[in-house]
């Protein structure tokens, strides 16, 4: 089992930046893939950024050249670096984390199998 906590969502302008953490529980936090997504109302959820194992990273085409996902597994926690942030960025922001293989959909969200509670990002214009 692996619980996730998300933190560093806020308020920001755009063109503005945010890092957000997922800070994860549990063993063997290295070998999960480790992911963002992102909701708005009314939308389905929204593939951001995920990164494996390996360190291979993967980005959704609406936030590549401008988001960074990283990970540190000396301390169980994975960043999004979010630069020249829009106001259409606008969403809470999951983290999430699976076993499977990378080389499967890790763009999906069936792909995962534990999710934290969100972070509200809020872009102005």
């Known amino acids: 089992q692996v619980q996730l906590v998300e933190s560093g969502g806020g308020l920001v302008q755009a063109g503005g930046s945010l890092r957000l953490s997922c800070a994860a529980s549990?063993?063997?936090?290295?070998?999960?893939?480790m992911a963002w997504f992102r909701q708005t109302p009314g939308k389905e959820r929204e593939f951001v950024a995920a990164?494996?194992?390996?360190?291979?990273?993967d980005y959704g085409n609406s936030v590549v050249g401008r988001f960074i996902i990283s990970r540190d597994n000396s301390k169980n926690i994975a960043h999004l670096q979010m630069n020249n942030l829009k106001p259409d960025d606008t969403a809470v922001y999951y983290c999430?984390?699976?076993?499977?293989?990378?080389?499967?959909?890790?763009?999906?969200?069936?792909?995962?199998?534990?999710w934290g509670q969100g972070t509200q990002v809020f872009v102005s214009s």
């Open positions: 999430s984390a699976s076993q499977r293989s990378w080389y499967r959909d890790h763009a999906g969200r069936a792909f995962y199998d534990y």
């Open positions: 549990g063993r063997e936090f290295s070998t999960y893939v």
């Open positions: 990164i494996s194992a390996s360190d291979d990273t």
